[in-house]
């Protein structure tokens, strides 16, 4: 097969790949993954062009992070890991998006519109996603919350206790209520 040929594959297999993801909603698998793709000249090549690899074959140097979801049905939390760049930072939100994307794979939606640290405190102000997650179920809301503040605390350097809020308004929904300043968990 030639160069061009080779070529035009790949970049066919690519556009198929992105159109498949376009068409089901998901966005492409953020963990990074290592792909050796390298273009082999076959023995009747007689083009002289050179195709250049279109994904490098440079080692990531990558650590994996554990954090925690929950099992809806059993309200149990399961312990579950993530690969990221050893040169990541990780953040109250990194944890968090992977939180609400593993949710999410179990028709439970959540979201936050924050978590920021400060003085070693985390504080994580959630949006009405978690008030609607409050009237399905005390426990499956108490396993969220618990699931969220354990991996924050963890993962990220410095923080010693979560708070909780939603909507920058002091925690409180039918099943908890937590002053505005009240730490949820601490290390």
Not at 18 to 23: G, N
Request: proline share 4%.
């Amino acid at each position: 097969m030639s160069k061009r040929r080779s070529f035009m594959l790949i970049i066919a297999l690519l556009c198929v790949i992105i159109f498949a993801c376009a068409c089901t909603g998901k966005k492409p698998d953020p963990v990074i993954k290592q792909q050796d793709i390298t273009s082999e000249p076959s023995p009747d090549d007689n083009d002289d062009t050179t195709v250049a690899p279109l994904i490098s074959n440079e080692e990531f140097n990558l650590i994996a992070i554990k954090y925690y979801t929950v099992n809806p049905d059993t309200f149990a939390l399961k312990s579950t890991t993530a690969m990221v760049r050893e040169d990541a930072e990780v953040t109250p939100s990194l944890i968090l998006d992977y939180l609400c994307d593993s949710l999410e794979d179990e028709s439970v939606t959540l979201s936050y519109k924050s978590a920021d640290i400060s003085d070693g405190i985390c504080t994580i102000n959630f949006d009405d996603s978690i008030v609607g997650i409050s009237k399905q179920s005390a426990e499956l809301e108490m396993a969220i919350l618990d699931a969220a503040s354990q991996s924050i605390l963890d993962n990220v350097d410095g923080c010693k206790g979560v708070r909780l809020r939603i909507n920058d308004e002091a925690y409180s929904t039918q099943n908890f209520k937590f002053a505005l300043d009240d730490i949820y968990m601490d290390d």
